[in-house]
T-cell receptor, first 114, second 113 residues
């Protein structure tokens, strides 16, 4: 298995632009998570899905952030409009349903908003 | 709110020595804990986990100790190697039907050759 695949690996964009981050979970994993990592705040859970349905989006910082999971093999995290404070590494992770020990993270997308 | 925190942000250890990384948690309902290793440019990788009904669990060169009385977790790495240099995170879950993990802020472990 190729693991959790995220794209792009790096994204540099100007303030105000729309940014879309992509994630392909491990096949057969029922739950998908989006995390944001910064030096100041560490790893923060933004949103997670179970069977493609958003379960908890309480970590989404504001309305500029949105996430979708149209099918079991694909999810997007969108920021519109982007701001410099959104600069961070965004990780996607997936697990088989209920198996917290099975958390597998992607390699992350490093987002820089200038 | 509840949080998971770490005592030390950095730790340097001589190669071959043992290292201990500590973690404090505040959620008394936490019942599942995981240690992750994150190397530069990579996502966190699972190392070892422990449930609250245990106080010790061992893996290959790693041991996790859980003290529920003082809400403290530690990761011991034996005979450290250069490849152990990374940031280590503890994470916890209060598994009341949810799959959310709360992560600590991380400790950077540097192995000195």
């Amino acid at each position: 298995d190729a693991g959790v695949i995220q794209s792009p690996r790096h994204e540099v964009t100007e303030m105000g632009q729309e940014v879309t981050l992509r994630c392909k979970p491990i096949s057969g994993h029922n739950s998908l998570f989006w995390y944001r990592q910064t030096m100041m705040r560490g790893l923060e859970l933004l949103i997670y899905f179970n069977n493609n349905v958003p379960i908890d989006d309480s970590g989404m910082p504001e309305d500029r952030f949105s996430a979708k999971m149209p099918n079991a093999s694909f999810s997007t995290l969108k920021i519109q409009p982007s701001e410099p404070r959104d600069s961070a590494v965004y990780f996607c992770a997936s697990i088989p349903y209920g198996d917290l020990g099975g958390y597998t993270f992607g390699s992350g997308t490093r987002l820089t908003v200038v | 709110g509840e949080s998971v925190g770490l005592h030390l942000p950095t730790l340097s250890v001589q190669e071959g020595d043992n290292s201990i990384i500590n973690c404090a948690y505040s959620n008394s309902a936490s019942d599942y804990f995981i240690w992750y290793k994150q190397e530069s440019g990579k996502g966190p990788q699972f190392i070892i986990d422990i449930r609250s009904n245990m106080d010790k669990r061992q893996g290959q060169r790693v041991t996790v100790l859980l003290n529920k009385t003082v809400k403290h977790l530690s990761l011991q790495i034996a005979a450290t190697q250069p490849g152990d240099s990374a940031v280590y995170f503890c994470a916890e879950s209060s598994n009341f039907g949810n799959e959310k993990l709360t992560f600590g802020t991380g400790t950077r472990l540097t192995i000195i050759p």
